[in-house]
């Protein structure tokens, strides 16, 4: 089987967050629809992460769910997941935890960490509106290394 996979990355605070999520469901329904198997892998870092989940959920519950996971990938084991850990793997389909990023100083973890969800991606989603901050720099990262870039926030229809 032929696993697509898809990485997001997206500013911590989003000002249009029902634009944004409408945006994220056009692009999910196509990927799911479009792909053998997807595997759609996501931070919990802000507003953007919590609109992808929020959209991947409910792209998998209303339109079709037997071809994709929502993975979680964390840059290293935290007191929220360690406390909540049922609840996170209820939540996602599984969750993993960046060995690199794990290891590193905790300045640079999350940057590791969406290097080598970018490295393993297919396709990158971003919601980018400025030219600095991690998210920029992900898109940035994934564009140098020849990836296909989506930045939602350059779509003109929501």
Avoid at 148 to 158: D, F, P, R
Wanted: hydrophobic share 40%.
């Amino acid at each position: 089987m032929r696993i697509f996979s898809v990485a997001f990355f997206g500013h911590r605070y989003v000002d249009d967050i029902l634009k944004v999520e409408r945006l994220l469901e056009k692009q999910i329904r196509e990927i799911i629809d479009e792909n053998e198997y997807v595997e759609f892998l996501v931070g919990r870092n802000g507003d953007f992460d919590r609109c992808v989940s929020s959209t991947v959920l409910r792209v998998r519950k209303n339109h079709r769910d037997d071809n994709s996971a929502h993975v979680l990938v964390l840059p290293y084991l935290t007191a929220e997941y360690i406390n909540n850990e049922k609840s996170f793997r209820d939540y996602y389909t599984d969750v993993e935890i960046s060995h690199a990023a794990s290891i590193a100083h905790p300045k640079s973890a999350i940057q590791i960490r969406n290097r080598e969800m970018i490295d393993r991606a297919n396709l990158v989603i971003c919601y980018v509106e400025r030219a600095r901050g991690g998210a920029w720099r992900a898109a940035e990262y994934a564009a140098k290394r020849g990836k296909k870039v989506i930045n939602l926030a350059n779509e003109k229809n929501a």
